[in-house]
């Protein structure tokens, strides 16, 4: 026991100091428990293969679709017009719609669900989302309290007075636990908590500076569309007709060497679905044939682009006419499958004094030149002939899978800025319904007990849809939307709970607790239940600490003669509202690595809440619970 406190001791300390990484802090306490024999491998391990823990992990790629689909923006930008930019209206936004939503979703499931719209909503905002991410983890806790089903320490409670009422330990007439008998608590809790939250997080988690006002040292793809004037000539021709063009490749149609125009890409139905957009683009490569419907994207003189219309049968198409139902009517340069890139040539390579074609660009690497930056001049027609200087910039066009290869070539250019961060910021906007649908149905699979579904099965249902739909790029692109220092830190701490019951370093100090303050009087044991609980649940998850105290609870209030029932909500509140520690419950967990939080930094804004929030609660549950 005595060494248990010991790990645990020194690893508090170091989570506070923050001079070591939080996850090797905890894999050190875990192994420790290991060598001192304390806990055998099966249970030292089992938090790797704890549901939360694999829920989280499948939340990561759930949001990480949310995101890239440019869903959460989307939502974000409707809620953003109900609170404005108001830092305040946004904070209580933030409060009270996760709270609503914790009510009927686990605490989990809320944060993972609202994380990247509270990201969004604040870069819409231009402000920052840490003042708005540890409201948000605390909120669905918060909103846990409000229901039944919000959390699983509520669960146990009404178990507990279940069979306290059965075994005649208090009267059949009292009471029962209904799905909104927590209700007013939660109430409570959430006023507590706008309340205190409000000023903490000004002082605390508001940075020194605007997050707008850094600078970054890369263009971004529509700074380079602008820099490069690329869309001041741009044209699109829809074959929407019988053509000549149907059945023949750009190389047979000569574009380039009839009309002086080069083509861009090439946009093409997927399918026919009136609700979900599936637009695919292609590079215009030379033996890329022609098809009905296809769109094709141009740049050059306008008469040119006109003539070629004419030869050919085509549609041009204007500004306010969708090239494909379901699809954007804006004339613009989008990157969903094809990127640009910037290259710097290098003084010795063996590109230069050739032209263009003779480098083979197109041939070698399937990209397309768009553009030469040659000191102030841009170079943007007749590219083909033109020759390779030394210290050039080119601007080139591509799947972001072969932007990619060109960093194989560093002797001969080098790549400028980090194109394929670029690429990650990219939206699939039109898959956002798709992401929208699984998501509802996650929830719904979560939130609706009739369906026999575990939550952790719904989460990796939707994990797994975000990745085969393409909500989420490739299963590459999900495996870097997890935080794997965060799954780290909670699996290897989730085991010490384990240990300090084992050893009986709980119930130890849970029974010293009770005895030495049991006999002063309904409130001072209500105050004494009620913070042990909340001293014990920043070291042990909320469950395990409400597994140990409501019977403690139950015990004490019936030792003294009062209704256990204020006692059994001390123990589901205070174990639910566990604000000091990341690791102390998921969705602290989940928006420590999204605002860049320290430990510190949930001690200077969730200790003073916690502890406020246990003043309050002492003297209001016994108003709602009578004694």
């Known amino acids: 026991m005595i060494i248990t406190l010991i790990i645990l001791l020194i690893s508090a300390a170091l989570f506070v100091s923050g001079k070591v990484?939080?996850?090797?802090?905890?894999?050190?306490?875990?192994?420790?428990?290991?060598?001192?024999?304390?806990?055998?491998?099966?249970?030292?391990?089992?938090?790797?293969?704890?549901?939360?823990?694999?829920?989280?992990?499948?939340?990561?790629?759930?949001?990480?679709?949310?995101?890239?689909?440019?869903?959460?923006?989307?939502?974000?930008?409707?809620?953003?017009?109900?609170?404005?930019?108001?830092?305040?209206?946004?904070?209580?936004?933030?409060?009270?719609?996760?709270?609503?939503?914790?009510?009927?979703?686990?605490?989990?499931?809320?944060?993972?669900?609202?994380?990247?719209?509270?990201?969004?909503?604040?870069?819409?905002?231009?402000?920052?989302?840490?003042?708005?991410?540890?409201?948000?983890?605390?909120?669905?806790?918060?909103?846990?309290?409000?229901?039944?089903?919000?959390?699983?320490?509520?669960?146990?409670?009404?178990?507990?007075?279940?069979?306290?009422?059965?075994?005649?330990?208090?009267?059949?007439?009292?009471?029962?636990?209904?799905?909104?008998?927590?209700?007013?608590?939660?109430?409570?809790t959430?006023?507590?908590?706008?309340?205190?939250?409000?000023?903490?997080?000004?002082?605390?988690?508001?940075?020194?500076?605007?997050?707008?006002?850094?600078?970054?040292?890369?263009?971004?793809?529509?700074?380079?569309?602008?820099?490069?004037?690329?869309?001041?000539?741009?044209?699109?021709?829809?074959?929407?007709?019988?053509?000549?063009?149907?059945?023949?490749?750009?190389?047979?149609?000569?574009?380039?060497?009839?009309?002086?125009?080069?083509?861009?890409?090439?946009?093409?139905?997927?399918?026919?679905?009136?609700?979900v957009r599936t637009v695919s683009q292609q590079l215009a490569s030379p033996t890329l044939v022609m098809q009905q419907g296809d769109v094709l994207y141009l740049s050059g003189e306008a008469d040119k682009v006109q003539q070629f219309a004419e030869d050919f049968t085509l549609r041009l198409l204007d500004i306010h006419t969708d090239e494909i139902e379901g699809s954007s009517s804006n004339t613009s340069l989008d990157f969903f499958?094809?990127?640009?890139?910037?290259?710097?040539?290098?003084?010795?390579?063996?590109?230069?004094?050739?032209?263009?074609?003779?480098?083979?660009?197109?041939?070698?690497?399937?990209?397309?030149?768009?553009?030469?930056?040659r000191g102030k001049e841009y170079l943007l027609q007749d590219l083909g002939e033109e020759k390779i200087h030394s210290s050039d910039v080119l601007l080139v066009q591509g799947t972001w899978k072969d932007i990619a290869r060109l960093r194989n070539e560093s002797s001969n250019w080098v790549v400028l800025g980090e194109p394929l961060q670029e690429a990650a910021k990219v939206t699939l906007d039109y898959k956002a319904p798709i992401a929208a649908l699984i998501m509802v149905a996650m929830v719904v699979m979560m939130g609706v007990d009739s369906i026999p579904v575990a939550p952790v099965t719904a989460v990796l249902v939707a994990a797994v849809l975000m990745v085969i739909t393409g909500c989420v790029r490739s299963v590459e692109a999900a495996y870097k939307t997890i935080n794997w220092q965060t799954i780290v830190l909670f699996a290897a701490m989730l085991p010490m709970s384990t240990a300090l019951e084992k050893t009986g370093a709980s119930t130890m100090i849970a029974d010293f607790i009770v005895k030495t303050f049991g006999t002063s009087g309904p409130?001072?044991?209500?105050?004494?239940?009620?913070?042990?609980?909340?001293?014990?649940?920043?070291?042990?998850?909320?469950?395990?600490?409400?597994?140990?105290?409501?019977?403690?609870?139950?015990?004490?209030?019936?030792?003294?003669?009062?209704?256990?029932?204020?006692?059994?909500?001390?123990?589901?509140?205070?174990?639910?509202?566990?604000?000091?520690?990341?690791?102390?419950?998921?969705?602290?967990?989940?928006?420590?690595?999204?605002?860049?939080?320290?430990?510190?930094?949930?001690?200077?804004v969730g200790l003073p809440l916690q502890i406020i929030m246990g003043i309050v609660m002492v003297f209001v549950l016994p108003m709602i619970f009578a004694f």
Request: proline share 5%; charged share 10%.
């Open 21 to 188: 990484r939080s996850d090797l802090v905890a894999l050190c306490a875990l192994l420790a428990l290991l060598l001192f024999q304390i806990l055998g491998p099966a249970e030292a391990l089992a938090g790797f293969s704890n549901t939360t823990v694999i829920m989280m992990v499948g939340l990561f790629i759930v949001s990480g679709g949310i995101f890239q689909t440019g869903l959460a923006k989307m939502i974000g930008g409707q809620v953003t017009k109900l609170a404005g930019t108001s830092e305040t209206r946004l904070f209580l936004t933030v409060m009270l719609v996760t709270a609503l939503i914790g009510g009927f979703v686990s605490n989990t499931g809320t944060v993972a669900l609202m994380l990247p719209i509270i990201v969004s909503m604040a870069s819409y905002a231009g402000t920052s989302p840490r003042r708005f991410l540890m409201p948000l983890a605390f909120a669905s806790s918060m909103g846990g309290m409000m229901t039944l089903i919000g959390t699983p320490p509520n669960l146990i409670i009404q178990e507990i007075w279940s069979t306290a009422k059965a075994n005649g330990l208090v009267a059949s007439t009292m009471q029962d636990i209904t799905f909104f008998t927590f209700l007013p608590v939660g109430v409570v």
């Open 190 to 275: 959430l006023v507590v908590g706008i309340l205190v939250l409000m000023p903490l997080t000004k002082i605390f988690l508001t940075p020194k500076t605007k997050d707008k006002d850094k600078k970054s040292d890369n263009k971004s793809l529509n700074e380079l569309v602008k820099e490069y004037g690329l869309a001041d000539n741009l044209f699109r021709v829809h074959i929407n007709g019988p053509s000549d063009a149907i059945g023949k490749s750009i190389l047979e149609l000569d574009i380039y060497r009839k009309y002086g125009l080069n083509v861009l890409e090439l946009r093409r139905s997927a399918g026919n679905n009136k609700f």
């Open 337 to 373: 499958d094809i990127g640009i890139a910037e290259i710097l040539i290098m003084p010795s390579s063996s590109m230069i004094n050739r032209t263009i074609f003779e480098a083979g660009f197109r041939s070698k690497f399937s990209l397309n030149v768009l553009g030469i930056r």
């Open 523 to 604: 409130y001072v044991a209500l105050a004494a239940v009620y913070f042990a609980t909340s001293i014990m649940t920043i070291f042990i998850s909320n469950t395990v600490t409400a597994v140990l105290m409501a019977p403690i609870a139950l015990q004490c209030a019936l030792g003294i003669g009062v209704s256990p029932l204020p006692f059994l909500f001390a123990v589901t509140v205070a174990a639910s509202m566990c604000f000091a520690s990341p690791f102390s419950t998921p969705p602290n967990a989940l928006v420590l690595p999204a605002g860049q939080y320290t430990f510190m930094d949930f001690i200077k």
